[in-house]
């Protein structure tokens, strides 16, 4: 059974940082694209960032650029996402997802205010 756990969010200030956690596990997951997404009320998944299986590609979305690192550990099957200068924009839910699937976890909320 695949299984995504994700864990780190919190209220943090602006211009502040949180690192996501993202556990994996009942799939090959060193073979697999990971994702992370985010989404606030009322609006669609947006993505975040990708770490594509193979190599140490990575993508960013423009919005997170510069801020946001995506890195995995595939000996832990986890994948992490380090958030730095947070923006109050960057407050939703996070989700951890394989590939493009719908595979993804319960989510960790992420609220960014003062």
């Known amino acids: 059974e695949v299984q995504l756990v994700e864990s780190g969010g919190g209220l943090v200030q602006p211009g502040g940082s949180l690192r996501l956690s993202c556990v994996a596990s009942?799939?090959?997951?060193?073979?697999?694209?990971m994702t992370w997404v985010r989404q606030t009320p009322g609006k669609g998944l947006e993505w975040v960032s990708s770490?594509?299986?193979?190599?140490?590609?990575?993508g960013y979305a423009g919005s997170v650029k510069g801020r946001f690192t995506i890195s995995r550990d595939n000996a832990k099957k986890t994948l992490y996402l380090q958030m730095n200068n947070l923006k109050p924009e960057d407050t939703a839910v996070y989700f951890c997802?394989?590939?493009?699937?719908?595979?993804r976890g319960q989510g960790t909320q992420v609220t960014v205010s003062s």
């Open positions: 770490s594509y299986s193979g190599g140490s590609s990575t």
């Open positions: 997802q394989i590939g493009q699937s719908d595979y």
């Open positions: 009942g799939f090959a997951f060193s073979s697999h694209t």
